[in-house]
Nanobody, 122 residues
Framework: QVQFVESGGGLVQPGGSLRLSCAAT????????MAWYRQAPGKQREFLAAITSFGNTHYADSVKGRFTVSRDGAKNTIYLEMNGLQPEDTAVYYCNERSGLSRRGSGPTGSWGQGTQVTVSS
């Protein structure tokens, strides 16, 4: 099963930006939908953004307009560009395969990596 390695997290001030990367250990060409999730302390893991192999995207309302997901098939990597970060964005960020783009009931289908910590604080 393909594994994912997330990176790019760190400490950023409110209003700042970060770019996260998710590198797959195998080709993602056969994975139709890839997605980003996050889990804040004491909260359930939540969906953030998804992208198909054709470049179609779907975002959670909480990040729409601030986060941008992209995909580089040649590098087997997806990215999450995050702007306007706020303290409530503090969480561990993960990527995973997803069963659908925006269909109700879509969810993660692969194995979870270690994630990358994003902390937004002044």
């Amino acid at each position: 099963q393909v594994q994912f390695v997330e990176s790019g997290g760190g400490l950023v001030q409110p209003g700042g930006s970060l770019r996260l990367s998710c590198a797959a250990t195998e080709t993602i060409s056969s994975i139709y939908v890839m997605a980003w999730y996050r889990q804040a302390p004491g909260k359930q893991r939540e969906f953030l953004a998804a992208i198909t192999s054709f470049g179609n995207t779907h975002y959670a309302d909480s990040v729409k307009g601030r986060f941008t997901v992209s995909r580089d098939g040649a590098k087997n990597t997806i990215y999450l560009e995050m702007n306007g970060l706020q303290p409530e964005d503090t969480a561990v960020y993960y990527c995973n395969e997803r069963s659908g783009l925006s269909r109700r009931g879509s969810g993660p289908t692969g194995s979870w990596g270690q994630g990358t910590q994003v902390t937004v604080s002044s």
